[in-house]
């Protein structure tokens, strides 16, 4: 199974277009799952998200904490380094408003 071509698909089907610009380098543009804040009650248990992008670490591997990320022409700064999932193929990295 190939699972970096199923991230692919997902990413195309459910994420949204995102741009990312280094404090140092060109800017690139990719797919990633982007969330906003809100709250759920999920089985007695309320969940809190905060902005935050979910990406395929193939489409990008060089982002840092400072870094300008635009989604739908709202700008955002991650907030920490990304943090890779289990199996690294991914990672997640919290944002800040700007």
């Known amino acids: 199974m190939d699972f970096a071509s199923d ?3 997902m990413y195309d089907e459910f994420g949204v277009d995102v741009l990312h610009t280094p404090a140092i380098g060109a800017p690139t ?3 990633a799952i ?3 804040p809100g709250t759920a009650l999920i089985g007695g248990e309320i969940l809190a998200t905060e902005f935050g992008l979910r990406f395929a670490a193939s489409t ?3 982002v840092r904490r400072g870094d300008r990320v635009t989604v739908a022409g709202a700008n955002y700064t991650a907030r920490e380094n990304p943090q ?3 199996d690294g193929l991914e990672f997640t990295v919290p944002l800040a408003r700007v």
């Open 7 to 9: 991230l692919a698909l």
């Open 29 to 31: 543009a990719g797919r």
């Open 34 to 36: 982007f969330d906003q």
């Open 60 to 62: 990008f591997p060089a």
């Open 84 to 86: 890779p999932t289990l």
